[in-house]
């Protein structure tokens, strides 16, 4: 899991939950926390995507602190409520959820778990790597696609072309594979 | 609630769940910010700022939002809608970020559906309506090859909330640009008819284009405090980028001069032009503003404080 980022120092500061709660651990609050699936993935947990940054626990509080993956991601909210909800039914009393930007999610961080578990679903998932960000100016990509191929999650094949640089749901594009002719999403590299 | 940073404070939605249009919810104030603005830096001035990059965010979300529907295929309203929703991202953090900065507390629905025309900030490229797709495409070029050159900057901002909503945007508007450019040669080396429709979408957005490059004062003392980018700065990048979009378009930039809100040119039809010596960062904009806002704020203006 990538570093905690601008909300980690905050932990220290909670208070001590309040009274004779059961001290629960930071594994169990991880645990459910991880599990809340992704509104837009489905098949894809919080903890599969990598966008679950750190969780302190306090007591019977716990603070998660979430990353987005888009600006404009509207699943965050949905996510935010589902771990909510799910820490308190696990019998956390006091649940955060707070927001961390930076550093900003990439794909990268997506876990072998998770791609294993797209490809299985039908969607290709993102070539790991190609995540660069370098400091000057970013350079045009006009034709080719940046990285290897992107291979069909259906028969594996590696002729595959983008058919759309942007899909159903801000993390996605579209493809279609050469060889079997199907039509597929792919989750993109940021 | 308190909050540890001033990037917590503008990201934390509080639960308040739903904040994606007027009225379902979006009240919740924001908190204990301004000892997060770096030493040095005034606080209306980053506010200020704050607005300028917000406003030329929502402003061109909103023009390709009114694309949906209309669309020449299933592939590009995606496309459009999904470049929308990013610079919708982008605008609420900013906004949120402006009224925490200049102390006002205002939010990011204040600032979106409570303001009047003069109050808005945003370059008057983001505002102008687009005559067909390759007016849009042309627009969409112009605005994404500038605002990506701006962001890359902006990620090394002294304001750690600037230089976090640029890092994500630079990732963003990397496809906006690419989305842009290909299209731009797709229609500019097609036909006859694609060509002249390009041609004539880049003759529309070339008067708007020096007035991306222009300075204002705030702009300058933010620089200098090593907060906000420099304008004129992004002028080479910004002609090294689209010199080669428009190279493998087949096509070239006509170079129009400022309109002459900026005060440099005379010129130019009342209706596209506003007052002279001020351009859309001071508040002046085009015709076409006034139609934007009223659809934008139109619920909001009907009914103040309605949720449902």
Known sequence: MSGAGVGAQAASAAPAGAGAAEASSPELARSVAAAVPDPELPMLTVGDLGILREVAVDGDRVTVWLTPTYSGCPAVHEIRRQVSARLELAGFGEVEVRTVLSPPWSSDWITPEGRRKLAGAGVAPPRSGLDSQPAGPVPLTLREERGPAVDCPLCGSAQTVRTAAFGATACKDLYRCRDCGEPFEHVKEI | ?308
Do not use: K
């Open chain 2, 1 to 308: 609630m308190g909050f540890d940073t001033a990037y917590e404070a503008i990201s934390e939605e509080a639960d308040t769940g739903h904040r994606w249009a007027f009225g379902t919810g979006c009240t919740d104030p924001l908190a204990g910010v301004d000892t997060t603005v770096p030493d040095g830096v005034d606080c209306a001035d980053l506010g200020a700022y704050c607005l300028m990059l917000g406003d030329d965010a929502l402003i061109m979300s909103h023009r390709l939002q009114q694309w949906l529907a209309s669309a020449p295929e299933l592939e590009e309203e995606t496309a459009l809608a999904n470049i929308a929703l990013d610079l919708l991202g982008q605008a609420r953090l900013l906004l949120s970020r402006a009224g925490t900065a200049d102390g006002s507390g205002r939010s990011e629905d204040d600032y979106a559906y409570g303001r009047g025309e003069r109050e808005f900030r945003n370059v008057r490229l983001a505002e102008m309506a687009d005559a067909d797709f390759g007016g849009l495409i042309a627009r969409l070029l112009v605005f994404s090859t500038w605002r990506l050159a701006l962001l890359s900057r902006l990620r090394a901002s002294r304001d750690p909330v600037l230089a976090a909503v640029a890092a994500q945007g630079v990732r963003e508007v990397t496809y906006h640009r690419d989305y842009a450019a290909r299209w731009a040669i797709r229609l500019g080396d097609g036909t006859d008819h694609s060509r002249e429709r390009m041609r004539a979408g880049l003759a529309a957005a070339a008067p708007y284009a020096a007035e991306l490059f222009e300075r204002t004062h705030v702009e300058r003392r933010l620089a200098a405090a090593g907060v906000a980018v420099d304008p004129p700065g992004l002028r080479s990048e910004f002609d090294e980028v689209l010199g080669t979009v428009l190279g493998e378009a087949g096509l070239e930039w006509a170079d129009a001069p400022g309109l002459p809100g900026l005060g440099r040119a005379p010129g130019g039809t009342s209706a596209q032009a506003g007052s002279i010596g001020q351009a859309g960062r001071d508040g002046i904009h085009t015709e076409s503003m006034g139609y934007l806002l009223a659809e934008l704020q139109s619920v909001a203006r009907a009914m103040p404080g309605a949720t449902w």
